[in-house]
Nanobody, 120 residues
Framework: QVQLVESGGGLVQAGGSLRLSCAASGSTFRINTMGWYRQAPGKQRRFVARIPLSSGGGTAYAESVLGRFTISRDNAKNTVYLQMNALNPEDTAVYYC????????????WGRGTQVTVSS
């Protein structure tokens, strides 16, 4: 099994920044990609960003966060980060860490989420 624990959420004014962290533990050899999703109240969970844990692929971002958010990793610590700049109230959501294997039909893992609230 793989366990994912998010941290770094909080309350910030519009235009501010936050840095989220996701620490993976357990059978981490089973995953090769990690990323972030977010879910606002009453809305579906949406993709935010993704990064491969190897050097064979590039990062991917939702258009709504492109240029403002940056995903990065520290493989030695089994940790993925999401640097969020120029935040606006539309970014308010619970942010979830996500991990998956190289197969689309393989197992997926989710953290419990961390709340990000951006005031206007």
């Amino acid at each position: 099994q793989v366990q994912l624990v998010e941290s770094g959420g909080g309350l910030v004014q519009a235009g501010g920044s936050l840095r989220l962290s996701c620490a993976a533990s357990g059978s981490t050899f089973r995953i090769n990609t990690m990323g972030w999703y977010r879910q606002a109240p009453g809305k579906q969970r949406r993709f935010v960003a993704r990064i491969p844990l190897s050097s064979g692929g590039g990062t991917a971002y939702a258009e709504s966060v492109l240029g403002r958010f940056t995903i990065s990793r520290d493989n030695a610590k089994n940790t993925v980060y999401l640097q969020m700049n120029a935040l606006n109230p539309e970014d308010t959501a619970v942010y979830y860490c996500h991990a998956m294997s190289g197969s689309a039909s393989g197992p997926e893992y989710w953290g419990r989420g961390t709340q990000v609230t951006v005031s206007s």
